[in-house]
């Protein structure tokens, strides 16, 4: 096992993967449960179409800010790549193609939400449009979680390479790992029981403080004396 040894380089790359984290945190949730979450309801079209239309820009600017998080997340892929390949390569490599795969999926999947726009805007002339906009918005959701299968498996690498890094607490190796694990049993109840996601949503915020604690670890890295 290899232990990573801090340089200047090292630790300016670090406290910038950690800035790139904190926009995605920020980003990510802002426009989850901050701008698009208030305005759908998976449940009701016409209401969903008549919020989404009330606040356009709202919804727009979700979309924006996934996009935001998206081009961080594929800077990030490659910065934890470069930080960590020392400790274990072949580990390094497969974190950031799975977090890459990641990000392919949900930059991809916003083209299901501006398919709901350009249907609620009458962008496009279709029957039942405010029903089909609904579908849209469902399989962006899907979209979602389709993408976390692959960051579930990139969060258990991670654990594994902040664990044997030398330089975080093993702690932070734990929570990204249990990270992981709760992503990819949050996906697979999304596909494969359904009736049970909201039961287990309360466990994402498990991952979202996991997550935060090793971005701020991240932004507070110092050089050793």
Do not use: K
């Not at 179409?49 to 998080?69: C, E, N, S």
Request: with cysteine.
């Amino acid at each position: 096992m290899t232990e990573l040894v801090l340089n200047p380089g090292l630790v300016r790359q670090i406290r910038l993967a950690g800035l790139l984290y904190l926009i995605i945190i920020v980003a990510g949730l802002g426009a989850e449960l901050g701008l698009r979450g208030p305005l759908i309801d998976l449940a009701d079209a016409e209401t969903t179409a008549t919020a989404i239309l009330a606040a356009p820009g709202q919804f727009r600017l979700a979309i924006a800010a996934d996009l935001i998080m998206a081009l961080c997340d594929a800077g990030l892929a490659i910065l934890l790549y470069l930080i960590f390949r020392s400790v274990a390569p072949g580990l390094a490599l497969s974190a950031m193609v799975f977090r890459l795969i990641q990000t392919v999926l949900i930059a991809a999947n916003l083209m299901a939400m501006q398919a709901a726009w350009l249907l609620v805007s009458g962008g496009t002339e279709v029957a039942d449009a405010e029903a089909l906009a609904l579908v849209f918005l469902d399989l962006h959701g899907h979209g979602y979680d389709l993408g976390l299968v692959f960051f579930g498996v990139n969060s258990l690498i991670m654990g594994m390479l902040v664990w044997r890094s030398g330089v975080f607490a093993r702690a932070f190796g734990i929570g990204l790992a249990a990270a992981g694990l709760i992503y990819l049993t949050g996906s697979a109840l999304r596909f494969f029981a359904p009736d049970l996601s909201a039961a287990f949503a309360p466990a994402y915020g498990v991952t979202i403080l996991a997550e935060t604690a090793f971005c701020l670890r991240l932004l507070l890295q110092r050089a050793r004396p």
